[in-house]
């Protein structure tokens, strides 16, 4: 059964649609260059209209990997297609891996607090998942790949590209738990506080240091680096032609490069650009 006609799961002339203008995401994030406007995380701002940090996230990105299931398992049978070959589902998995841990387990099980979202990021991240998830599931599901001879021959790739993303996910988590771990390390602090001065402790809110552990030595936003090697080994798997799967690294990169140079000017206004030191935002030594 379709959610949207044609769209969810979509036909062939809609997902070529979706994955052609899905290429030109990177025209609408140029205005990050430009504005320092940006109201969600270190940058939110006071607003009645704000949505609560963590349900913020949970639904904005949870919507990528559930339409990526949906589309995994609607589609093939549209299409007449008995079974997907492994190498699909091996990506559809490393896909929904990724997004349960971020959309799932980051914000409602182990982030200590996140700030507020403005409607207007919460928009755009929900957009950006949905185009995301209907490029890759079609691509998936039914339009790319659909026997295993048309992964034969790559498997080393695969295999190369799988050990790339496993270790990018892997960097991502341990540097948002040193993230995590600050504000974990001010909580117990303000609970012992609390505990002598017989009061109810304070909340972690925007609490904010300079990280310092793992490549956080080197960059301000290593958990991003972290995120772009998962998605280059992401698309490894998939192979040079895999559209999609590039469309999502470069979308990635070119939405986020900028953030994270608003955030190195954010952390160098904030602590002073002693503390920050010879750090770059995102790429060891270049930017
Ligand atoms: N932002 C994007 O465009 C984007 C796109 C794709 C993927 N992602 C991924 O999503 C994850 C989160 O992204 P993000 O942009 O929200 O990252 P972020 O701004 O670095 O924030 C991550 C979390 O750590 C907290 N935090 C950040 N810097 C801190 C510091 N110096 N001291 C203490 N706590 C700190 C934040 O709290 P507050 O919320 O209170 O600031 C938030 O809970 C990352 O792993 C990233 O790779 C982000």
């Not at 799988?162 to 001010?186: K, P, S």
Request: glycine share 10%.
């Amino acid at each position: 059964m379709a959610i949207v006609e044609n769209w969810l799961p979509p036909s062939r002339e809609n997902w070529e649609l979706i994955c052609k203008i899905w290429q030109w995401f990177p025209v609408i994030t140029a205005a990050q260059w430009l504005l320092d406007w940006y109201p969600q995380g270190k940058t939110s701002i006071i607003s009645r209209i704000n949505i609560p940090g963590k349900i913020g996230w949970a639904t904005m990105e949870s919507v990528g990997f559930i339409s990526l299931i949906y589309i995994m398992y609607t589609l093939p049978g549209e299409l007449r297609i008995k079974e997907l070959p492994w190498g699909n589902w091996t990506m559809a998995g490393c896909f929904v891996i990724h997004y349960v841990y971020r959309a799932v387990i980051s914000p409602l099980f182990l982030n200590p607090s996140m700030s507020p979202i403005h409607p207007l990021v919460w928009i755009l991240a929900f957009c950006f998942q949905l185009c995301n998830a209907i490029s890759l599931g079609g691509w998936l599901a039914g339009y790319g790949p659909t026997t295993n001879s048309d992964w034969a021959g790559r498997y080393w790739a695969m295999e190369i590209g799988l050990v790339i993303w496993a270790w990018g996910l892997l960097g991502n988590m341990f540097h948002d738990d040193d993230l995590r771990e600050i504000r974990r390390a001010a909580a117990r602090k303000q609970k012992k506080e609390a505990e002598k001065l017989g009061k109810p402790a304070g909340s972690v809110d925007k609490v904010y240091m300079v990280p310092k552990n793992g490549l956080f030595q080197y960059v301000l936003f290593a958990h991003y680096l972290c995120e772009w090697v998962e998605w280059g080994g992401f698309w490894l798997i998939g192979g040079w032609n895999c559209v999609p799967a590039r469309a999502f690294l470069v979308n990635e990169i070119t939405t986020m490069l900028p953030r994270a140079l608003q955030g190195k000017r954010w952390y160098e206004k904030k602590f002073g650009k002693d503390k920050v030191g010879n750090r770059k935002a995102v790429i060891p030594g270049l930017v």
